[in-house]
C-alpha cells in the first residue's frame, strides 16, 4: 500500500470539516446503526449543507452512546418522536431491511426527505407500494433516494463511459466480506428481519448487471445458494450464484458471499463486448478492423480503498473477401478516478476530491435534489423498485423464497 493511497484512506474517515450554511438541512438518524457513520456522519463533515441534528433508537441508552460519540445534539425516544420534530427536514433510515418499508412510508408521510439505505424495502410488493406512494408526486413532495452509494462516485462514470450496452454479450460480478466480520448472529441472516446475502452485498452485483445492460433480465436462469437452515437463520443464504438471461440473449452472473475467505478480495465486474468493426482510414479499402473489448473494474463498492479500471482490447484486420485475419494484436490500458478531474467527461467539473467517498457523492446528490438543483447522477423509485424485482428473481429460483412482506399496512 502506497503512501498516497494511506493518506487518501485517512483523511476519507478523517475528513476536514467544513463551515456550515444557514439554510444547512437537519438531519435525523432512525436507527443507531454503524452503517450510519459511512452513509451520513463522515460524509456530512464535508458538507456545508447539511447538519446531523438528532437520533432515535429502540434503546434510549444506545441513542445517547451514539449521540455523544458522533456529536449529535438531540436523542429522542422513539422514531415517531423524531418524526414530529418539525426541525428535521430529512431522514437517514439505516434500519434491518424489514424495517425499511415502514419506516420509510412513516417518513414520507411526515413530509422528511428520506435516504433509504438499500435493499430499499424486503421484496417487489413493498417497492410497488413504497415508490408509487402519491405523496411523492404532489407539489413539493419529499425526495426519496435508495442509497446505492457506488453509483455515485467517478470511477463508475469512468466505467460506464467505456461500456456500450448495446454491444455487451456478457457480465460477470463478484462481491464478498470475509467470515470474521459478519457473524451468523448478525442481522444480514436473520429471516424476519429479510436477511440473506442476496439482499446485502449481491444488490451491488444485481444493480451493476443492469446498469451494464442498460436493461432488465428477462429470466433467473440459475441460482445456486448456501444457506442456513435452523431457527432465525433459515432460508438465509450466506453465499450465492446466480445467472441471468438479458435481452438478445445476452448472459449476467453474480456471485457474492457474506463469508468468504480470511483475506478481503475486492470486488469487480468484467464485461464482454460483441466483436464490431471500428473505421480506420489508414487501411487499404480491401481490409476491415474489429474490436473485441474487455472492461473490468476493480474495486467498485468501495472505491476509496482501491479501484481501477482495466481495458482489454483485441483487434483484428481481415481480407473483405475472403475474411481471411491478415493481422492481430490486443492493447491494454488500465484507468483510475478517484476524483471528478480523473474521470473527465460531463464530471470535469463537478466538485470533489480524491480523499471523498462514494457516500459523500451520494449525499451532494441528494441535497442537489432537494435543494431544486440537477444532480449529476441520480437512482429514479422506478430504478429502485425494478432492483427488487431482480432479487425477487433470484430469490424465487433459488428455492428460499422471496423475502417476507411486512405487517405494516399503508392505508
Not at 450510519?36 to 433508537?57: F, S
Not at 442481522?187 to 436477511?195: E, S, V
Not at 470535469?348 to 431544486?372: C, P, T
Request: charged fraction near 25%; proline fraction near 6%; glycine fraction near 6%.
Amino acid at each position: 500500500m502506497s503512501l498516497g493511497q494511506l493518506k487518501r484512506i485517512y483523511t476519507a474517515f478523517n475528513p476536514p470539516a467544513v463551515e456550515k450554511s444557514k439554510d444547512a438541512l437537519k438531519f435525523g438518524i432512525i436507527g443507531a446503526a454503524n452503517s450510519a457513520a459511512w452513509a451520513l456522519l463522515i460524509p456530512a463533515k464535508l458538507h456545508p449543507e447539511v447538519v446531523v441534528h438528532a437520533i432515535a433508537a429502540r434503546d434510549r441508552k444506545r441513542a445517547e452512546e451514539f449521540a455523544k460519540k458522533n456529536n449529535v445534539p438531540v436523542v429522542y425516544d422513539s422514531y415517531q418522536d423524531l418524526l414530529d420534530d418539525p426541525e428535521i427536514d430529512c431522514i437517514l433510515v439505516p434500519l434491518p431491511n424489514a424495517l425499511h418499508f415502514e419506516w420509510a412510508v412513516r417518513s414520507i408521510r411526515a413530509g422528511k426527505h428520506v435516504l433509504l439505505e438499500k435493499p430499499s424495502v424486503s421484496n417487489y410488493i413493498e417497492a410497488q407500494t413504497l415508490f408509487n406512494l402519491p405523496e411523492l408526486d404532489a407539489p413539493n413532495a419529499p425526495v426519496l433516494l435508495e442509497a446505492f452509494h457506488y453509483r455515485f462516485h467517478p470511477i463508475w462514470s469512468l466505467f460506464m463511459s467505456l461500456v456500450t450496452p448495446a454491444d455487451v454479450v456478457h457480465v460477470n460480478t463478484f462481491s464478498m466480506i470475509p467470515w470474521w466480520f459478519v457473524n451468523k448472529d448478525h442481522i444480514h441472516f436473520n429471516y424476519n428481519l429479510a436477511g440473506g446475502t442476496m439482499m446485502g452485498m449481491g444488490t451491488y452485483n444485481f444493480a451493476a448487471l443492469r446498469l451494464i445492460f442498460g436493461a432488465e433480465p428477462e429470466e433467473c436462469i440459475s441460482a445456486d445458494v448456501k444457506a442456513f437452515t435452523e431457527g432465525v437463520h433459515h432460508d438465509c443464504d450466506y453465499e450465492f450464484k446466480a445467472k441471468f438471461r438479458f435481452p438478445n440473449g445476452c448472459i449476467g452472473e453474480a456471485f457474492s458471499t457474506l463469508q468468504g475467505p480470511t483475506i478481503w478480495y475486492p470486488s469487480y465486474a468484467t464485461v464482454t463486448h460483441r466483436q464490431v468493426e471500428v473505421p480506420d482510414k489508414t487501411l487499404p479499402p480491401s481490409q476491415k478492423k474489429f474490436v473485441t473489448r474487455e472492461v473490468t473494474i476493480n474495486g467498485f463498492i468501495h472505491a476509496i480503498f482501491w479501484s481501477r479500471i482495466d481495458v482489454k482490447e483485441a483487434f483484428e484486420i481481415r481480407d473483405k473477401e475472403t475474411g481471411r485475419v491478415v493481422k492481430k494484436w490486443t492493447e491494454k490500458r488500465t484507468q483510475k478516478a478517484y476524483s471528478p478531474k480523473e474521470a473527465g467527461g460531463g464530471l470535469a467539473n463537478l466538485e470533489g476530491e480524491e480523499y471523498w467517498m462514494s457516500f459523500r457523492y451520494q449525499l451532494g446528490a441528494f441535497v442537489d435534489k432537494i435543494k431544486g438543483r440537477k444532480p449529476a447522477y441520480w437512482v429514479n423509485r422506478e430504478d429502485s423498485a425494478l432492483q427488487m424485482k431482480m432479487v425477487d428473481m433470484a430469490y424465487e429460483k433459488s428455492g428460499l423464497g422471496i423475502r417476507p412482506t411486512s405487517k405494516f399496512q399503508v392505508n
